[in-house]
């Protein structure tokens, strides 16, 4: 594709954009309309459609390690940071829509940002979200890190940062990097130890929500605490 053309096209992308919308681009466009703007002289339909495809999809791509899309798709900083600006942009447009109102009011707008901030992750992450006694949400901490099948969270360590927050409620939300959502007998374990220790200090677990490629579950929902 000439440079000439390739600006045609590009424009012709803006122009559906801005008339249709955020769903008027398939994936693969919006891909390569982002990398467009670090590689401006490339053609950057086939390296779009290359990403999605060796990650797996529009949403395992976005969130992959910066270091990992720029050996697959042999691409500059540059062009890798156009995408990860995206997945950031993304995240902090969803995590503002759950903000600064009871988290139980807006559990919607809490799933969905979970959703696109935990399900692709290729290692295990747990997340505690403390409430008020409002219930609105004053911290969401990265607790744990894991390797690929499992996190170290530790008891104390979950109440211990609730009476630092003075937090009267939390939320336990962790992802299987397997896609399968569905709570492990350790993790229920897990879940039922933080609810006793927390019930002596008047401090509720409201429910804890794993995430996974193919959907989420929760503990509460599935009558397990």
Not at 63 to 78: C, F, L, M, Y
Not at 183 to 197: C, F, H, N
């Amino acid at each position: 594709m000439s440079s000439t053309d390739g600006s045609g096209h590009r424009a012709r992308l803006r122009q559906r954009l801005f008339e249709g919308g955020p769903d008027a681009l398939l994936e693969h466009e919006l891909v390569e309309y982002l990398l467009a703007l670090a590689l401006p002289r490339r053609d950057t339909k086939p390296l779009a459609k290359k990403l999605i495809r060796d990650f797996g999809g529009f949403g395992p791509l976005l969130a992959a390690d910066p270091e990992a899309i720029a050996r697959v798709g042999e691409i500059s900083e540059g062009a890798v940071a156009a995408l990860k600006i995206a997945q950031a942009s993304a995240l902090r447009l969803l995590q503002s829509q759950a903000e600064d109102r009871p988290v139980l009011g807006s559990w919607q707008a809490l799933l969905d940002y979970l959703q696109a901030d935990m399900a692709h992750h290729a290692i295990e992450r747990v997340r505690v979200l403390y409430l008020n006694s409002k219930n609105v949400l004053i911290r969401n901490e990265l607790l744990s890190e894991g390797s690929v099948d499992e996190a170290a969270v530790y008891v104390r360590e979950v109440i211990r940062r609730a009476l630092d927050y003075r937090a009267t409620a939390l939320i336990l939300v962790h992802n299987h990097p397997s896609g399968d959502p569905q709570p492990s007998a350790q993790d229920i374990k897990l879940t039922r130890d933080i609810v006793d220790a927390g019930r002596h200090l008047k401090i509720a677990v409201h429910d804890h929500v794993i995430i996974g490629a193919r959907g989420h579950s929760s503990m509460r929902a599935l009558g397990l605490i």
